[in-house]
């Protein structure tokens, strides 16, 4: 295969031994996973501020954690912010787990058989230590889900080590000397956890599995935008110890991070430095920086407050009967007269699935395809829109202001669009004709569609005005 050989010419990287894997993180866009708050950042101001301080625990091993000690020794404080109606008790540690979120359970059971794997029957949740203080309890849940899967690639098979269903931590607001404030909307919003094994041994592969994990995810009920999915890379060559590279933004960053991480890591084994396991930080040029040293296993220990998860034989069966597969553009493009580029972007943005709800007459699929990719507003409301879009009830004139402010998360009172019927219009023109007598036509047609304000379509306008001035 060319590729190889062109691999090759282009970078020293083939001939350096090499451990590649990673661990991808993805926000399902289901409610929180141990309470019943939504899953909703918010940007105004919190209700309440409470302080606490952490302290290193024991994990199941009785060891201190080394990762644990460090960030205890910084002695910081921390804030939490959080609202009285959109998070509980649950994030605050005050109140117990409550069962586990259904919704969230079966989304990342949907992901575990799209890559092939095994579901364990019965499975223990977890907590792991995390004592940045991003979580109020000190601890994450974290429960494994699934394990052996794989994907196919040009490369051949990459196998998926496990799949875990975890909890997002607490929002970092601001540091400031010794306080870190960090707000609750984020904490509990149910994360699924990809881990692939650290075999494979060329970057071009490793970008390959992220991109096809990605199509897969898409596939799923995921939330989407900045900050919904962040991946981890694994990486170390021959004779240096595994590396935890941070926040790879793009799956296009990774063959690049890879590529200088290669040469950092062989430099330093060049100088004979003493090197470590360590955890780094992705940077969006493609370079890695030092962020802290790398957790051992002494930081997990089991969830006291929650039985045993079990996961019907039943319930897997009922998921895979039922699983989405992957749509490849050139068919929605032909199926709803789509650019092949609209279709692409139509598939990405996880709206498909709008388009293929709406029964439309009137509005194209075309207009109906650009607007979903372009904001992100729930499908409740699109379908709400587009169906008054299709029986005439607001016009075309306003989509675009429409779509903006619930875009912005305004409420809107949709009514306030409606167009005028046809007896209204007639009225309405009948009346400025009376009033404005001997003006020109030109004239007159844009005191009407001024009066009414864009909701009215022009030709309906016009075709009344001629009628009405014969
Ligand atoms: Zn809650």
């Known amino acids: 295969m060319n590729l190889m050989t062109d691999c090759k010419k282009k970078h020293s990287y083939t001939k350096m031994v090499m451990k590649i894997g990673f661990e991808i993180h993805q926000q399902l866009n289901t409610g929180k996973l141990f309470c019943r708050c939504p899953s909703e950042l918010r940007k105004d101001e919190p209700d309440f501020k ?9 994990g199941e091993t009785s060891e201190f954690d080394k990762a644990v000690n460090y960030e205890a020794s910084k002695e910081k404080d921390f804030v939490y912010e959080g609202y009285n109606d959109t998070t509980c008790l649950v994030e605050l540690d005050e109140q117990p787990p409550l069962e586990i979120n259904q919704d969230a359970l079966n989304e990342v059971l949907k992901i575990a058989l799209l890559l092939n794997c095994k579901i364990f029957p019965v499975t223990q949740i977890m907590r792991k230590t995390v004592i940045d203080g991003s979580n109020v309890s000190g601890f994450q849940r974290t429960i494994l889900i699934a394990k052996d899967g794989f994907v196919e690639t040009k490369y051949g098979k990459v196998k998926i080590d496990s ?6 931590a607490a929002r970092i607001i601001k540091k400031e000397n010794n306080v870190s404030v960090y707000r609750l909307d984020r904490l509990g919003i149910p994360l699924v956890e990809i881990a692939t094994s650290p075999s494979m041994n060329n970057p071009e592969q490793a970008k390959e599995v992220a991109l096809y994990i990605g199509k897969i995810l898409r596939l ?6 900045i900050g919904t ?3 981890d890379v694994n990486f170390n060559i021959e004779n240096y110890p595994r590396v935890e590279i941070k926040g790879v933004q793009e799956p296009t960053l990774i063959v690049k991070t890879i590529n200088f991480e290669a040469e950092r890591q062989k430099n330093e084994l060049n100088l004979k430095k003493e090197v470590e396991a360590h955890v780094r930080k992705a940077e969006a040029d493609g370079t890695t920086s030092y962020l802290r040293p790398m957790p051992g296993k002494a930081r997990m220990y089991p969830e006291t407050d929650l039985p045993l998860l079990k996961i019907d034989k039943s319930l897997i069966e009922k ?3 039922n699983l989405p597969k992957i749509i490849e553009p050139e068919e929605i493009s032909k199926k709803y007269s789509l650019s092949k580029d609209l279709a692409k972007a139509l598939i990405d943005s996880g709206n498909l699935k709008i388009l293929e709800k709406l029964k439309m007459e009137n509005v194209k699929p075309a207009f109906i395809a650009e607007n ?3 904001y992100d507003i729930n499908e409740e409301d699109f379908i709400k829109v ?3 879009l299709d029986k005439g009830e607001i016009s075309k004139n306003h989509v675009v202001e429409i779509f903006e402010k619930l875009s912005k998360g305004e409420k809107l009172d949709l009514d306030e669009y409606k167009t005028f019927d046809d007896k209204e219009i007639e009225k309405i023109i009948k009346k400025l004709i009376e009033e ?8 007159l047609m844009g005191m009407i569609m001024k009066e009414l304000k864009g909701k009215a379509d022009g030709k309906t306008v016009m075709d009344t005005l001629k009628k009405l001035i014969k």
Not at 163 to 168: A, H, K, P, S, V
Not at 220 to 225: F, H, L, P, S, Y
């Open 50 to 58: 409470i302080k606490r301080k952490l302290y290193a625990v024991r």
């Open 163 to 168: 799949i875990c269903l975890e909890e997002d």
């Open 220 to 225: 799923c009920n995921v939330k989407r935008g």
């Open 229 to 231: 999915i962040r991946q």
């Open 319 to 321: 998921i895979n009967k």
């Open 372 to 374: 979903l990719i372009k």
């Open 386 to 388: 587009f169906e008054k």
């Open 436 to 443: 404005n007598k001997d003006i020109p036509f030109n004239a």
